[in-house]
Nanobody, 117 residues
């Protein structure tokens, strides 16, 4: 399974960005897709997760009401719409694709998001 993120960049505080992540290969048992982020000197943290069946979502408290995760099951693509961005959202954002037989999932290479104040 290959996981590829795109859409990162530099944005001013209060701005918006949309991240995309495509999972390809043997994705027949894909159960969920998630976005994580890791800022310099900090641990990687879950930002948002969405189930492929039913569309259940889960968000970190720090991004609720600002970020929205969505999925296109036909394209095996997950999106993260990020609004009202803050400097503390600056991090490398990673996509994780989880399969029923591999709960740890597959990781992408990450995409940098930088929010300037």
């Amino acid at each position: 399974v290959q996981v590829v993120e795109s859409g990162g960049g530099l944005v001013q505080a209060g701005g918006s960005l949309r991240l995309s992540c495509v999972a390809s290969g043997s994705t027949g048992s894909l159960s969920s897709m998630a976005w994580y982020r890791q800022a310099p000197g900090k641990q990687r943290e879950l930002v948002a997760l969405i189930a492929t069946i039913g569309g259940m979502t889960n968000y970190a408290d720090s991004v609720k009401d600002r970020f929205t995760i969505s999925i296109d099951n036909v394209k095996n693509t997950v999106y993260l719409q990020m609004n009202s961005l803050k400097p503390e959202d600056t991090a490398v954002y990673y996509c994780n694709a989880r399969l029923l037989l591999r709960p740890s999932g597959y990781w992408g290479q990450g995409t940098q998001v930088t929010v300037s104040s």
